[in-house]
């Protein structure tokens, strides 16, 4: 006997406990009246696999056994009325119970049993009631013969050629009602796509007959032709009018009006928008046969410009005469020209915490074009409460990051013209530019320039690519004299070169991405991102053709500055599992390394480049900055001294960089709640695991670079779970996460969560220890990130 049973949904989490023991009680009966009984288990007997978890789906959403967090959410607010909190009670009804077992018979017999019998049976015990469906299925009805009665031949010719291609009924498959309806659903668009404009559905009909005894049907498919005619008629397009209202929808007052060609004429009420700005994008044109799928593109298209906020399908007009045109009305609103967001993001942990604030204005309609200026401002500050004499203030360190991005709607390039290309995206030119100051008390102030001018498209609705010709950088540091003079005294010329020097490059950019349409679903997938950074090269040919200087460090220089000379190349690859409903299991690797050579070193790079770790993105049991690289130690590499202490808080969240990086995350997702406060409350179980290291063995600082046979003692490791609050739009993110791996202390010393899980809460020698050894720096085991979005 095949059997399914579902089961209470019921998770064990912090939350769920808490939650069952609150104010509402923890009896999920104890509000039910003495005739009223709690649906809690559905089990479905006789039914074949196959079908077993969809024939679930068929009893009444009333009579579905409820999640236990969303009972007790709605157990908790109801009293206040917040009705719309959590999920009210699965009462037992014998009519939806009755309704249920009916939909499952139905349900069967239209995926060909036929002579499928259900019948139900209802358990109670203690309040708590099981619904037991046992279905009969009878014999499995296959497919004999399939015909078509078609009179219209040039229909008739469409529908067998192109049927092989679509049709998922087959002589010798199972008869199947399912299929039938998605074989009518496909060939309807295919005549949509054929200039059928006034093709209907319900010109498709079935007529099956089976005979019982040998377990098979006959079907016949039927496409009538319109009522007094002949044939259906094949349309083309004529003229298209195009009306754009002003931002409050209404199209009163006077227009500019304007006959763009033979076949467009334009009313703009909002006086803001140059016609080709929308026409450009309108890919039915005069003459043309009629396509749903143009029509489709046309909307979607026109919406992605990011000017628009209703853009309806167009409509269409018959020409009153037998040459079978359709006259083309669209009309669109646009949105506000000018909006501001701001944004924001904040950590904790331990005395140490910060902050990111962000400003975004937009411009969406700049020289009347449909072209978009953004102008950003973001700071970031970060705070840390230890005591020391650099940095009284509390404030360890602050970045000040204002950008400007022109965004074009089509691709730009000189001396010659690109088509516009929108099958599957608007394509786009970017041109930026961006500065950057950072400042760290006591140490250093680095400003950088970035301008440049990118390109992207869609190859196809999955693949993306993203080129940057041109990207120039300009950074420029400056050290505090007494900064400069502890580094000195401590051996540390290379930290200080890189962070203090003057240096720029040209180079360009590129990254692809595979199926990044798929991320806010719940599917089976791969994702890949992978990017390439090379720069220097050019500068360096034309610096040996003008046999340029070379500086003090025997670097060759152009217009009197170094210049660097590098590839970089990172990936991000993800691997989705669909576990059932809404859970998914992810897997991420992350690589990436960065080879300066030619005009630079490791010591003579670009400091931007580097990598980091930590932070709500990778490794999210460490602050960002704060992690590797390899197995690097920052009270054994400076000493415990007096002044070790000031050039250990000197360099604080600058020194621990690397050339190579590799990040892994593993995360469990699941729901939690349907219905948190107008959210879906999720949740999440994750490990991450990771680090940076070195190009180069570096001198005095042992254990940092990259080598295969140490890899898994240098490697870090962290474990957490966090809550997701999805609004549809957005999700608020609140993670808390602990180290398990820290790959600073050597052997056994690493596991710290192991080892010293007694001070995972409190003060204890280990803390004491490592406090005394880092400047009054305490030890943190849990890390709490808030931010908006997934982490990956």
Known sequence: MKAYIKPVGYRLTILSILLLFIGSGCSLTRRLKDNEALVRKITIKGVDKEFADAAVLYVDKEQQPNNVINLQFYYMFSKNGKKDIGEPPAILD???????????????????????????TIKIKKKKAELIFSATEGPLFKIR????????????????????????????????MDSLAFDRDEFYLIMKRNGYYDFYRQYINFVYDSTFRSSVVDIKMTIDNPAGRSSHPVYTINNTLVTVSKTNGRSTGQADTIQVDSQFRYVDFSHKFKPHSVTNYIFQKKKDIYNIDQQTLTTSRLSELNVFRNVPNPTYTKLPDSTNRLNTKIDITPLKQFSNRIEGEFLFNGGRFGYNLGNTFTDRNLFKNAAILQIKANWSVLFDNSNNSINTAAIQNQDLRLGASLIYPRLIVPFFTIPIFGKYSVPHTTLSTNYQLFYQKGLVSRESFINSITYDFFETSSKYHTFTPINFEFSKGTIDPQAQADLLQKNLFAYSYLIGRTIFTIGSQYTYQLNANHLNSYGNFTYFRGSLDVGGNTLNVLSKLFNSKRDTAGNRTFFGYPFAQYAKAEIDLRIYKSLGGERQFIFRISPGIGIPYGNSDDQHWIFEKEFYAGGANDMRAWLPRTLGPGQFNRATFYGTDAKADTVRTRLKYLDQFGEIKIIANAEYRYTLADNFFGAKLKGAFFVDAGNVWRLHKQDGDPNVEFRLNNILQSTAIGIGTGFRFDLAFFVFRLDAALKFKDPQFSGSDSWVLINHFNELFKSGDFKARYKAANSGDTYNFMQLNFGIGMPF
Do not use: C, M, W
């Not at 049927?163 to 010798?172: A, C, E, L």
């Open 94 to 120: 014998s009519n939806l119970v009755e309704f249920s077992r009916t939909q499952i018979e139905r349900f069967l017999q239209n995926k060909g049993y036929l002579k499928a019998k259900v019948a139900d």
């Open 145 to 176: 013969k399939i015909e078509d009665s078609i009179p219209d031949k040039s229909v008739q010719n469409l529908y067998r050629v192109n049927r092989p291609r679509f049709s998922h009924v087959q002589p010798g498959g199972r008869f199947d």
